[in-house]
């Protein structure tokens, strides 16, 4: 009933027609997205199709005998529409497995999409993985605004705002990355000696792909950069890719200005507002700090799985 065969760049309008008609993908699953790092992933993704139509995608890197669903994709999975059904679903993960391990794979590194960011129901392959002996190896935690239910800001978090709508500081769209990016780096480096995953020609290239899905919002004095916050769109969900404030905007609360102003009013229509994750060394260290930050916001965790199957 269902054939599968390795994803060719030929293929890339069929990939993209079943991620625009999928429960689970977004952007970031889109080949324009995907390939920006092709050189430095070895992609054995896959197509599967049922008599003759594509119903599935299956974004996979191979590295030294290892298959991980992606490693360049913060999460994927396996991608349906949503004519998948749970018995399709079964019969789908046992040909994967044969066909990996065909390839001399030992073990596949499944990132499931958290459920915050399905736009229907689509947990079929949790319950194909669990009947697959597939184990639980990592779980990160996010944080998520319900925006579509109550929530608070915290009584602190709510004063700073307060008092930096009384200055003039300045929100705005942005329309150059390059002052964000270096704020972005020099903090980075100052924090935790480490430059941001994306260059700054990686993201100029990427929003030139995606320039209504990737937006920077800035909070500016009267001429510096006190603040930005580069938003992933996905439209049910809103996603803050990097956030960044200088010291004098950290002073002046700039980016608690700026995230309230997403919060509450820029992106007030959507289901969710997602912050990202608070976790290190693959879920075991969480950085308190940090998530709580977010927590004074009214966001609530959701978790980032990671399943291994021994093939």
Not at 72 to 91: D, H, K, Q, S, V
Not at 234 to 261: D, I, K, P, W
Request: glycine share 6%.
């Amino acid at each position: 009933m269902f054939t599968l065969r390795r994803y060719a760049p030929a293929d890339a309008p069929q990939w993209d027609t079943v991620i625009g008609h999928s429960r689970t993908g977004n952007f970031l699953h889109r080949r324009a997205y995907m390939d920006y790092h092709a050189d430095r992933f070895t992609d054995a993704s896959l197509i599967v199709q049922r008599n003759d139509e594509a119903v599935a995608v299956f974004p996979v890197s191979l590295r030294d005998g290892v298959a991980t669903s992606h490693g360049g994709l913060t999460y994927a999975g396996l991608i349906t529409t949503r004519a998948m059904r749970t018995e399709w679903a079964l019969e789908v993960f046992e040909r994967i497995g044969e066909h990996y391990r065909a390839l001399g794979v030992k073990r596949i590194v499944y990132k499931a999409v958290p459920h915050v960011f399905h736009a229907y129901p689509a947990e079929e392959d949790l319950y194909a993985l669990h009947r697959l002996g597939a184990r639980l190896q990592r779980r990160d935690v996010a944080s998520v605004v319900a925006l579509r239910e109550p929530f608070d800001f915290t009584e602190g978090r709510r004063r700073a705002v307060d008092k930096a709508r009384k200055t003039a500081i300045r929100l705005q769209r942005g329309t150059e990355l390059a002052d964000f990016h270096a704020l972005l780096s020099e903090v980075l480096h100052r924090r935790h000696a480490v430059a941001p995953t994306h260059s700054l020609a990686e993201l100029c290239l990427l929003r030139s792909r995606f320039p209504q899905q990737i937006v920077l919002h800035e909070a500016r004095g009267e001429e510096a950069l006190l603040a930005g916050a580069l938003v992933y769109d996905f439209g049910r969900v809103v996603h803050t890719q990097y956030l960044a404030a200088s010291e004098q905007g950290r002073e002046c609360n700039a980016l608690n200005l700026l995230l309230a102003e997403l919060i509450e009013r820029t992106y007030s229509d959507r289901q969710y507002f997602s912050f990202g994750i608070s976790t290190e060394q693959e879920g075991q260290v969480l950085n308190g700090g940090l998530i709580a930050q977010k927590e004074y916001f009214g966001a609530r965790a959701v978790v980032h799985d990671f399943y291994e199957w021994v093939l």
